[in-house]
């Protein structure tokens, strides 16, 4: 049936440690890319900066037709418009049409 008590807590235990290990291992910190202080987000390179969320997801999905990855992010001075180093010379023209 059900077992002994020694059983009982034994699987508790093994369970809270478990847990235990598995909140270290994964965490709870934030998720995605943050920039740095200085603004640096690591392998993506701004190519655009506008005001509002919604031009930066026009600029996104005129890239994203020209087949140039893109991915938007708040930055101090509005929403920044990223690319791969790569990419971002193709981003400037697209965007320049």
Known sequence: MVGSIGE???AIAVVILLAGFLRYTFGSGPKGALPSEGGDVGLL???ATVPTRE???VLAA???REKVRATIAHG???W???VFPGD???ARVVLRM
């Open 8 to 10: 009982i807590l034994t």
């Open 45 to 47: 390179e701004t190519v």
């Open 55 to 57: 031009a930066a997801e």
């Open 62 to 64: 005129r890239l994203a």
């Open 76 to 78: 101090s001075e509005g």
């Open 80 to 82: 920044d418009l990223l």
């Open 88 to 90: 971002a010379d193709d």
